[in-house]
């Protein structure tokens, strides 16, 4: 979409000239040379390289314009971790400097964004509660207040379902929320009901349409990386 609109460039695929340049030098030459003369981005160069299963020579990697020889000056060598090193801070619970105690948590304190049990949310549109204070994601804490209305009468939500608001029904108005407007299917029903075809005829085609498009250019493309390699 955003290419149509200008914002990206299209697309560049390699030309069967530029891959015989990578064949031919990229074994004794630097990525960011071959980068520079087939105009394009060292990550590109090293990705269709890689792809092409080409790799740099040895005599290359030993050679001082790999950069590796740098890494082992002897001022890189001193610079390293030694085996049994022992770090400036090991055994220290925590760093303190002057002013750092002001802004720590405290023992007992609680996230500026902590609710209190009762307390009332919105969340994927649906009304929800805050039932303990356990720790883990924060659907442990929080649950749908039509799921709370429909256990506190009937028990817990059978395995295999989902307690939903019955069709036209929904609301997020606590007095509102009540037995009536709920009902517990399956997953499955749940699926169906809100399948494309389900809400209207034509958008469950425009669907398949959009689907079948997708594979195609999907399959184009596949094919023109395959040529390319």
Known sequence: MTRSRGIRPPRRFWTETE?????????????????????RSGGAVYEKANTMGLRKSAAFLASEASGRSRRQSPKAIASRFKPGHTTWNKGMKGLQYAGSQAT???RGQRSHTWQPLG???????????????????????WHPVHRIV????NGSVPAGCICVFKPGRHTQVLNEITLDRIEVITRAENAQRNHPRTRHPEL???????????RQVNRIAREAREQQS
């Open 119 to 141: 307390s009332y949310r919105i969340c994927m549109g649906n009304l929800e509660r805050k039932v303990n204070d356990l720790p883990g994601p924060n659907n442990v804490r």
């Open 104 to 106: 720590q948590f405290k």
């Open 204 to 214: 469950g085609r425009l669907v398949q349409l959009k689907g079948a498009i997708t």
């Open 19 to 39: 891959m015989q340049m990578l064949r031919l030098h990229y074994a004794h030459s630097r990525t960011e040379d071959l980068a520079r003369v087939l105009k």
């Open 150 to 153: 429909w256990e506190a009468a």
